[in-house]
């Protein structure tokens, strides 16, 4: 989400501009690959506004889940679930050299923390009172480990993002596919534990409490997120280390700068469309087989090449803008440097159509091919309303307030 502060030049803004960028010196292929990401996560996470985790975990316990609903689920996961927050992860590896500079530039580093500091708060906010998917928090607290290695080169940080992110895919999925021989008592409670039932009263239990008055809503969504944060502190800090390593050096290489030839691009093109291939093939087995617990909690093919497809839809844009389509990708880019304001609201549209007492109280309704429904209605709000924001204001309103903050003062917003 983090929007870098940079040049047009690629490089971290000198001592003498800190402060936030102008407009005409940022970077279209970040913000045009942000956009992606920030529209993209709104479908992997819809579900999780809609339905217990259960449902998220296991699709066919979805009232009326038939063939239709099936490849909607399957539309999600192979094209958008793990690649956004590859993406997004990325991105904020880039960020935090562009904000922070080298180590020894002490003053970034302080506005990089205090950067930090504030993105924590505002998930702190966003995770106890809004949703408790939030992943803000991670992010900030990830960058303190990330910030300290900004100095390394393209090289270093390259390999060793790529060797720890191959470390935790195989420890992941290693675990999840021993439990196909583990003993039934164990096989039930690593069900548990995942969320996994298949009980249609415990899933109405679950269901529930999110159908209440405003307060109880919220009061439970409270009563949720303090169980949820240690659990994503465990399973995604160190993935998210490694994600944000390989997107700071391929940033510092010039991959996501757009300077890269072009050979490059189209490689990482041709391994995603692979990738994409193979993780169909997977999610196709899940579906005939009526999602089993081990393999669809592992899905091997997915874990592991979801980079390469990451990569391969930012491949695709920086080519698609590099020879004429720009103004076309335009909105995509306005909506990415917009990624903060547009996440937050995601949040604020979703909770207020399913939560109750916040809304219409849909939570529990509504299957995949409604939902996809959903989904492109806020994909094409935001496609619009951000450029046509960006026309006046500088930058988006929540970006505005993060800035002031970060920079205690206040920084321009309208334009001119």
């Not at 005939?288 to 592992?298: G, I």
Request: hydrophobic share 55%; with cysteine.
């Amino acid at each position: 989400m983090a929007v870098a502060e940079t040049t047009d030049a690629g490089a971290p803004a000198p001592l003498a501009k800190l402060g936030p960028v102008a407009s005409s010196d940022r970077l279209f292929s970040l913000d045009m690959v942000r956009g992606l990401a920030v529209l993209g996560i709104l479908a992997v996470n819809a579900m999780t506004f809609a339905w217990p985790w259960a449902v998220v975990s296991n699709p066919a316990l979805q009232t009326g889940f038939d063939a239709e609903a099936a490849q909607g689920w399957q539309v999600m996961h192979v094209f958008f679930q793990d690649k956004m927050r590859t993406l997004f992860s990325m991105l904020f590896g880039a960020s935090i050299f562009l904000i922070g500079g080298e180590r020894a530039d002490k003053a970034r580093g302080k506005l990089l923390r205090s950067r930090l500091f504030w993105l924590a708060v505002f998930g702190l906010i966003h995770g106890l009172a809004f949703w408790f998917g939030d992943i803000l928090l991670l992010y900030a607290w990830t960058g303190l480990f990330v910030m300290l290695v900004r100095s390394w080169s393209a090289r270093t940080l390259l390999i060793a993002g790529v060797c720890l992110n191959v470390v935790c895919s195989a420890l992941y999925v290693g675990m999840m596919s021993l439990l196909a021989f583990a003993p039934p008592e164990a096989m039930a409670q690593a069900m548990e534990g995942s969320g996994w039932v298949s009980d249609p009263a415990k899933l109405a239990e679950l269901i529930a409490p999110f159908q209440g008055d405003a307060l109880s809503v919220t009061l439970h969504v409270m009563s949720m997120w303090p169980g949820v944060v240690p659990m994503m502190l465990i399973f995604f800090l160190p993935a998210t280390i490694a994600l944000m390593l390989i997107g700071m050096g391929l940033y510092k290489s010039g991959f996501l700068a757009g300077r890269s030839p072009v050979w490059v691009y189209g490689l990482f093109i041709a391994a995603g469309a692979g990738s994409l291939w193979m993780v169909w093939q997977e999610t196709s087995a899940f579906v005939a087989a009526d999602f089993p617990f081990v393999e669809t909690m592992t899905k091997p093919w997915n874990s592991f090449l979801a980079p390469f497809i990451s990569l391969g839809y930012a491949s695709l844009l920086i080519l698609l803008a590099r020879f004429g389509l720009k103004l076309i990708l335009t909105p995509l880019a306005c909506a990415g440097r917009m990624a903060f304001t547009n996440y937050l609201s995601q949040t604020l549209i979703m909770t207020t159509i399913f939560y109750g007492g916040r809304g219409l109280g849909w939570y529990g309704q509504i299957g995949w091919p409604d939902m996809w429904m959903i989904i492109g209605g806020i994909w094409a709000a935001q496609l619009i309303w951000s450029p046509l924001w960006l026309s006046v204001f500088q930058m988006g309103p929540l970006e505005w307030g993060w800035r002031c903050l970060t920079y205690k003062r206040m920084v321009p917003l309208l334009k001119g």
